[in-house]
């Protein structure tokens, strides 16, 4: 067996894996840093809906990596860890093994599917939407030549992958068992907006019902539709299992490491499991929510990069006194023309949790109106209502609302209130950016003011 000496060893090469590497490398430059990765070649995660339709269009535009890995000198070895022995810090993979001082387990996430459709999976033409390249190019090869297409699932990824089929003309259709789309990130009144751009893309949706069996009615293990628990066949070529995602937490579960909620890897503040010498990021890692505290299930590269630099930076010691006190569940996606985003808590949400009120503003994104690319921009706040502290925020807009939200993002784990928005600085162009006059960002606060006055 070929043995292996490092300082640092990260299991996955995904984007929690890469940065949480990068970061420990610019912190340590003298330390020896491993990352061992299951596949060589790597998809970008958000990127896998686009394949499917005009925006990308194959496989091969979705591929990335952490490039700044190999410009600073960290080593990448391609293979599965199978065994891990804790206490004398060694890691065994093919016929290899590593020994290491610090262990960074960054295995991510795999689709979490209802264990009533699992055996489905068995069936030609259904697929869930792993994140590895040879499984989202079998379903894009196989899709390509089927019209009807069925997607289980009414969440970002779902919607996103609709949209794109639609695009080039697939019969589409999402069945949500909600009666909206995105409704854990949206409230109703912005989930309705986004609703009605995708039914005017003309996709279907099936919100009403929800999808008991998976069905096969020739006999030949080849999928021809979904049962829905109203008895209704909708007919299909194609079903993807777009339900979510659970923490890839096998090997820590093996080798002893703690789990936390929903069976990811306890962690501290500072991405640290029992044992000060190993750390988790990224989706294998048990997260809470940033206002509730409570268990949380979001999945987000954003939220993996966090922790990955939180973790990264205080392998050996806490460097910076900022942790991950928890995620603020901060999502951006676009419909069409029109972009959604949503950060921290929604108004449905709070309701019985916390003493709330909201104040919304429905503008333009660009001064005058006669401005070229002018876009409606609605804000919506979520604001605490003895304190004026905001605790959630929804945008649509152009495509000004992905930062947006990122604004609103960062007042939120500021900590800062509807005051301090009201009187923020801000700046202003006719050709970027809303009137100073009537910014909604500032507008939706000075209305969340006067509720709260109320």
Same mark, same amino acid.
């Given at each position: 067996?070929?043995?292996?000496?490092?300082?640092?060893?990260?299991?996955?090469?995904?984007?929690?894996?890469?940065?949480?590497?990068?970061?420990?490398?610019?912190?340590?430059?003298?330390?020896?840093?491993?990352?061992?990765?299951?596949?060589?070649?790597?998809?970008?995660?958000?990127?896998?809906?686009?394949?499917?339709?005009?925006?990308?269009?194959?496989?091969?535009?979705?591929?990335?990596?952490?490039?700044?890995?190999?410009?600073?000198?960290?080593?990448?070895?391609?293979?599965?860890?199978?065994?891990?022995?804790?206490?004398?810090?060694?890691?065994?993979?093919?016929?290899?093994?590593?020994?290491?001082?610090?262990?960074?387990?960054?295995?991510?996430?795999?689709?979490?599917?209802?264990?009533?459709?699992?055996?489905?999976?068995?069936?030609?033409?259904?697929?869930?939407?792993?994140?590895?390249?040879?499984?989202?190019?079998?379903?894009?090869?196989?899709?390509?030549?089927?019209?009807?297409?069925?997607?289980?699932?009414?969440?970002?990824?779902?919607?996103?992958?609709?949209?794109?089929?639609?695009?080039?003309?697939?019969?589409?259709? $999402? #069945?949500? %068992?909600?009666?909206?789309?995105?409704?854990?990130?949206? /409230?109703? =009144? *912005?989930? @309705?907006? +986004?609703?009605?751009?995708?039914?005017?893309?003309?996709?279907?949706?099936?919100?009403?019902?929800?999808?008991?069996?998976?069905?096969?009615?020739?006999?030949?293990? $080849? #999928?021809? %539709?979904?049962?829905?628990?109203?008895?209704?066949?909708? /007919?299909? =070529? *194609?079903? @993807?299992? +777009?339900?979510?995602?659970?923490?890839?937490?096998?090997?820590?579960?093996?080798?002893?490491?703690?789990?936390?909620?929903?069976?990811?890897?306890?962690?501290?503040?500072?991405?640290?499991?029992?044992?000060?010498?190993?750390?988790?990021?990224? /989706?294998?890692?048990?997260?809470?929510?940033?206002?509730?505290?409570?268990?949380?299930?979001?999945?987000?590269?954003?939220?993996?990069?966090?922790?990955?630099?939180?973790?990264?930076?205080?392998?050996?010691?806490?460097?910076?006194?900022?942790?991950?006190?928890?995620?603020?569940?901060?999502?951006?996606?676009?419909?069409?023309?029109?972009?959604?985003?949503?950060?921290?808590?929604?108004?449905?949400?709070?309701?019985?949790?916390?003493?709330?009120?909201?104040?919304?503003?429905?503008?333009?994104?660009?001064?005058?109106?006669?401005?070229?690319?002018?876009?409606?921009?609605?804000?919506?706040?979520?604001?605490?209502?003895?304190?004026?502290?905001?605790?959630?925020?929804?945008?649509?807009?152009?495509?000004?609302?992905?930062?947006?939200?990122?604004?609103?993002?960062?007042?939120?784990?500021?900590?800062?209130?509807?005051?301090?928005?009201?009187?923020?600085?801000?700046?202003?162009?006719?050709?970027?950016?809303?009137?100073?006059?009537?910014?909604?960002?500032?507008?939706?606060?000075?209305?969340?003011?006067?509720?709260?006055?109320?």
């Amino acid at each position: 067996m070929e043995k292996m000496n490092c300082d640092v060893l990260v299991i996955g090469g995904g984007p929690a894996g890469g940065v949480c590497a990068v970061t420990a490398k610019m912190n340590n430059p003298q330390k020896d840093i491993i990352i061992i990765q299951e596949y060589e070649k790597q998809l970008v995660p958000c990127s896998i809906p686009y394949i499917f339709g005009k925006t990308l269009g194959s496989v091969e535009k979705g591929m990335g990596s952490c490039a700044m890995v190999s410009q600073m000198g960290i080593s990448s070895l391609v293979g599965k860890v199978e065994d891990i022995d804790i206490k004398n810090k060694i890691a065994y993979f093919d016929d290899k093994s590593i020994s290491y001082d610090k262990l960074v387990f960054a295995t991510g996430s795999k689709p979490f599917i209802h264990e009533s459709l699992q055996h489905s999976l068995k069936l030609e033409g259904v697929f869930s939407v792993a994140k590895n390249v040879e499984e989202i190019r079998k379903l894009k090869n196989y899709s390509d030549s089927k019209q009807n297409i069925v997607i289980v699932g009414s969440g970002f990824i779902g919607v996103e992958i609709a949209t794109e089929f639609a695009s080039i003309g697939k019969n589409v259709t $999402i #069945v949500g %068992g909600s009666e909206h789309i995105l409704n854990r990130a949206f /409230d109703v =009144d *912005v989930a @309705i907006e +986004a609703e009605k751009i995708v039914l005017e893309m003309g996709v279907k949706y099936i919100g009403s019902d929800r999808v008991v069996e998976i069905v096969d009615k020739n006999g030949d293990n $080849i #999928v021809n %539709g979904v049962k829905l628990k109203s008895g209704k066949i909708v /007919d299909a =070529d *194609v079903v @993807i299992l +777009a339900t979510g995602y659970q923490p890839n937490t096998e090997l820590a579960k093996k080798v002893g490491v703690s789990l936390g909620h929903y069976d990811g890897i306890w962690v501290d503040d500072y991405m640290r499991t029992e044992n000060k010498d190993i750390f988790a990021v990224g /989706d294998c890692s048990a997260r809470r929510g940033f206002i509730t505290k409570s268990a949380s299930k979001v999945m987000l590269a954003s939220t993996s990069t966090a922790e990955a630099r939180v973790a990264g930076s205080s392998l050996y010691g806490i460097k910076y006194m900022k942790g991950m006190s928890g995620t603020i569940s901060i999502f951006s996606t676009k419909i069409g023309k029109t972009a959604f985003a949503s950060a921290g808590v929604t108004e449905e949400s709070s309701k019985g949790n916390s003493n709330i009120v909201v104040g919304s503003f429905g503008g333009i994104n660009r001064h005058p109106a006669t401005m070229p690319d002018t876009h409606k921009q609605f804000i919506k706040l979520i604001v605490a209502k003895h304190s004026g502290q905001i605790i959630g925020g929804q945008v649509i807009g152009g495509d000004e609302a992905g930062e947006i939200v990122n604004l609103i993002g960062a007042i939120i784990e500021s900590g800062h209130s509807v005051y301090r928005v009201m009187s923020m600085q801000i700046a202003t162009q006719p050709m970027l950016t809303a009137a100073p006059t009537a910014y909604p960002l500032v507008m939706a606060a000075i209305r969340a003011i006067k509720e709260m006055e109320n």
